[in-house]
């Protein structure tokens, strides 16, 4: 299990160093990002993306809430 959490903790510092380190540090036990910050055109990688961001914020007890319209901020 360690070994898989160190490869999605990697695969998440190579993709969204950005959005890891937001994650890694926040103070708050909420993280808000607009529906179309992933997969707002059905990317298939977008979507391995997204479901990385999730498992990670929760493994660091953080919970994700997703808010828009699709394609609103296109």
Known sequence: MK??????????E????????VIDNSDSKDI????DAFAA???????VLLG???KYAGLK???ITFHGINRETL
């Not at 070994?3 to 998440?12: A, C, D, V």
């Not at 055109?41 to 979507?47: I, P, S």
Request: glycine residues 2%; proline residues 3%; hydrophobic residues 30%.
């Open 32 to 35: 808000l990002i607009h529906q």
């Open 3 to 12: 070994e898989k959490i160190e490869k999605l903790t990697n695969f998440l």
């Open 61 to 63: 007890g953080i919970t």
């Open 52 to 54: 990385s961001v999730i």
């Open 41 to 47: 055109d059905y990317q298939d990688d977008e979507y």
């Open 14 to 21: 190579t993709k969204l160093p950005d959005l890891k380190e």
